[in-house]
């Protein structure tokens, strides 16, 4: 059985108010229809782009941009 694996990159925005607090998941989307809150982007620009404008807007908060790689492996069932 030939074993393959593939990876799926993802980047998100992540806010800091203040040195104490917890970072918290800055959203890009919200469809309040379905009450469901999207971050994710594929492309790291869109990303950096978000964190940019938020920065604009909050001054004095700490951003930064977030990297995921997740690995998908078929190893069978």
Partial sequence: M???TS????????????QTSRPEIVYHTINSKKN???HL????SQAVELMNE???AHP???FRVVKIVTEYSSDGW
């Avoid at 990876?7 to 203040?18: A, E, L, P, S, T």
């Avoid at 982007?41 to 790291?44: A, E, Q, R, S």
Wanted: charged share 40%; hydrophobic share 20%; aromatic share 18%.
């Fill in 36 to 38: 469901e809150y999207y």
């Fill in 7 to 18: 990876k799926i990159v993802h980047y998100y925005v992540q806010v800091r108010k203040n």
């Fill in 60 to 62: 004095n908060e700490q």
């Fill in 2 to 4: 030939n074993k393959e």
């Fill in 41 to 44: 982007f594929i492309n790291k």
């Fill in 54 to 56: 938020e920065k604009k």
